[in-house]
Nanobody
Framework: QVQPVESGGGLVQAGGSLRLSCTAS????????VAWFRQAPGKEREFVAG????????ASADSVKGRFTISRDNAKNTVFLQMNSLKPEDTAVYYC?????????WGQGTQVTVSA
């Protein structure tokens, strides 16, 4: 079983940047497809970006294209979400998932708050 752990959230002003990290203790985490989702208060959880085991970006939401970049460092068992030009509407809890079909393993989430 995989337990993703997110970190790097916080409070930032609009236009600023944050880098989220997702890691897991399992040694084969590098073999998992990993995705970031987010959920804002009162809204449904939405897909942000995904990356396959070799580092190929699978997709990203239109709302973050050109601003967010997903990457991974398999030597460190870590997936990153670099978030630039943050907007207040990016405020949400950000979750990391590890895909092991038919199961998706979810982390506990990290809060990102963007002030106007």
């Amino acid at each position: 079983q995989v337990q993703p752990v997110e970190s790097g959230g916080g409070l930032v002003q609009a236009g600023g940047s944050l880098r989220l990290s997702c890691t897991a203790s399992t040694p084969d985490f590098s073999m998992y497809t990993v995705a970031w989702f987010r959920q804002a208060p009162g809204k449904e959880r939405e897909f942000v970006a995904g990356i396959n085991w070799s580092g190929g970006s699978l997709a990203s939401a239109d709302s973050v294209k050109g601003r967010f970049t997903i990457s991974r460092d398999n030597a460190k068992n870590t997936v990153f979400l670099q978030m630039n030009s943050l907007k207040p509407e990016d405020t949400a809890v950000y979750y990391c998932t590890a895909d092991d079909p038919p199961v998706n393993y979810w982390g506990q989430g990290t809060q990102v708050t963007v002030s106007a």
